[in-house]
């Protein structure tokens, strides 16, 4: 596996294939402690919404501080082209927002039941600004 092109941000852990319910990006989970003592995965405190990809992708491109507070990064979301997108997104609604937004494109890994990183979805070959989620 390829190391991803932008840091990690933590979108969700997905265990699954597409349709299970860990493939949804929704809000705030907690990360292992040895992934969060890394500091190389940011993780929005969405706590009140369904929008952890939202968040996420915001943070990947436009990377302010603070940026695991939503407050942070709600300011940025006009940014981005986010229509025809119902939250929480399911993985494979991930070429939604790469149509609406056609500069960037979205990797997205999952954790296994051994705490090991996988590829969900890493389908772009055009070089594009990545936004990589976990």
């Excluded at 969700?12 to 969060?36: D, F, K, M």
């Excluded at 968040?55 to 979301?77: D, G, Q």
Aim: proline share 7%; charged share 20%.
């Amino acid at each position: 596996m390829q190391p991803p092109t932008a840091p990690l941000n933590a979108g969700t852990t997905a265990n699954e294939v597409e349709n299970q319910p860990s493939t949804n990006g929704s809000s705030y989970i907690r990360l292992p402690a040895h992934i969060e003592a890394k500091n190389a995965v940011t993780n929005p405190q969405n706590f009140s919404d369904e929008r952890c990809l939202q968040y996420a992708f915001i943070t990947s491109v436009v990377c302010p501080e603070k940026a695991h507070r939503v407050s942070v990064l709600r300011k940025y979301s006009h940014l981005f082209n986010w229509e025809g997108l119902n939250f929480s997104v399911k993985v494979r609604d991930l070429g939604i927002l790469e149509k609406n937004n056609p500069d960037y494109s979205v990797k997205v890994y999952g954790l296994n039941q051994w705490e090991k990183i996988y590829p969900i979805r890493v389908e772009r070959a055009i070089p594009r600004r990545m936004c990589t989620c976990f």
